[in-house]
């Protein structure tokens, strides 16, 4: 399955709305990798194809969205973006984690083994 588009609204939705809750809780059963990007942004192109193979490797297991920082304003400021690509790493189970730049994709399957789905199977 192809990485997905999040709107704010989507990320309300799907994720965890902010505006009407104050403990952090995942609203779904797989866990999330968000990246935060631009259209414009070099190291955003890089990372994309590996988000794409990573996306179709963990199918089922886990979903990937892309947030469009220039676009969706308001997430990317709720979650103190700075720099992109920037990303979120959301476990069904605990707190997310939040981690700047552009990774291999060695690195991106250490987290998801290590961090994602330790607590999914």
């Known amino acids: 399955m192809p990485t997905q588009k999040l709107t704010t609204q989507d990320f309300k939705d799907k994720v965890f709305n902010y505006e009407t809750e104050t403990e952090w809780k995942h609203k779904g059963d797989l866990p999330i990798i968000i990246d935060f990007y631009a259209d414009w942004c070099g190291p955003c192109k890089m990372v994309a194809p590996i988000l794409e193979e990573l996306s179709d490797e963990?199918?089922?297991?886990?979903?990937?969205?892309k947030v469009d920082s220039d676009k969706e304003m308001e997430l990317a400021s709720v979650f103190g973006i700075q720099s992109i690509p920037t990303f979120l790493f959301i476990p069904v189970e605990g707190d997310p984690m939040m981690q700047p730049g552009a990774f291999p994709k060695k690195v991106f399957k250490e987290i998801i083994e290590e961090r994602l789905l330790v607590n999914a199977e």
């Open 58 to 65: 963990y199918e089922g297991k886990l979903l990937i969205y």
